[in-house]
T-cell receptor
Framework: AQSVTQPDIHITVSEGASLELRCNYS??????LFWYVQSPGQGLQLLLK??????LVQGIKGFEAEFKRSQSSFNLRKPSVHWSDAAEYFC????????????FGSGTRLLVRP | NAGVTQTPKFQVLKTGQSMTLQCAQD?????MYWYRQDPGMGLRLIYY???????DKGEVPNGYNVSRLNKREFSLRLESAAPSQTSVYFC??????????FGPGTRLTVT
């Protein structure tokens, strides 16, 4: 069965520091992979996605993620965090076949120290 | 373009009451979804509609029904609300099995 693990429930970083949020998935086929961000009281906004091709994917707001098939990972990175990046981040995995099920991780809440 | 809109934004129900959550999208997407979000559990799929005229169960369909009214609208009905249905509900749409565009959510409390 598909599953997505975000091992860090909370992460705190200082403004200007680099960030890496971890995402591991369990899947028997080539996945679609996504990162979403959710600000308090808001819906989810797509940061970036991987379908195929280059394994390093660039997204909005200066975020990037790297698909590593050998490690079943799709970690999200940002070189310099801004206070406005404080939010909850969700990794999700979907199937490339006709299934419409997108499995979400439980989320990582990012706190930014001034 | 408004994207995905949801009504109401907030709702409080008593156990046993019924209600319908409304969702509409203006992106001409074929697929629409209803998710619920609970603390520490991410988003779980309740029902989805791959295209107009079709609906299918997701991970947690019990206690819910849906209607794909037309290509734009996809409603979620709670026939007899229970405290376990206290949650934040998100509607989303997509073109085929691609990234989801989410609405702002409905915060539902069942007492």
């Amino acid at each position: 069965a598909q599953s997505v693990t975000q091992p860090d429930i909370h992460i705190t970083v200082s403004e200007g520091a680099s960030l890496e949020l971890r995402c591991n998935y369990s899947y028997g086929a080539t996945p679609y992979l996504f990162w979403y961000v959710q600000s308090p009281g808001q819906g989810l906004q797509l940061l970036l996605k991987y379908f195929s091709g280059d394994t390093l994917v660039q997204g909005i707001k200066g975020f990037e993620a790297e698909f590593k098939r050998s490690q079943s990972s799709f970690n999200l990175r940002k070189p310099s965090v801004h206070w406005s990046d404080a939010a909850e981040y969700f990794c999700a995995v979907g199937r490339m076949d006709s299934s419409y099920k997108l499995i979400f991780g439980s989320g990582t809440r990012l706190l930014v120290r001034p | 373009n408004a994207g995905v809109t949801q009504t109401p934004k907030f709702q409080v129900l008593k156990t046993g009451q019924s209600m319908t959550l409304q969702c509409a999208q203006d992106m001409n997407h074929n697929s629409m979804y209803w998710y619920r979000q609970d603390p520490g559990m991410g988003l779980r799929l309740i029902y989805y509609s791959a295209s107009e005229g079709t609906t299918d169960k997701g991970e947690v369909p019990n206690g819910y029904n849906v209607s794909r009214l037309n290509k734009r609208e996809f409603s979620l009905r709670l026939e007899s609300a229970a405290p376990s249905q206290t949650s934040v509900y998100f509607c989303a749409s997509s073109e085929a099995n691609r990234d989801r565009n989410f609405g702002p959510g409905t915060r539902l409390t069942v007492t």
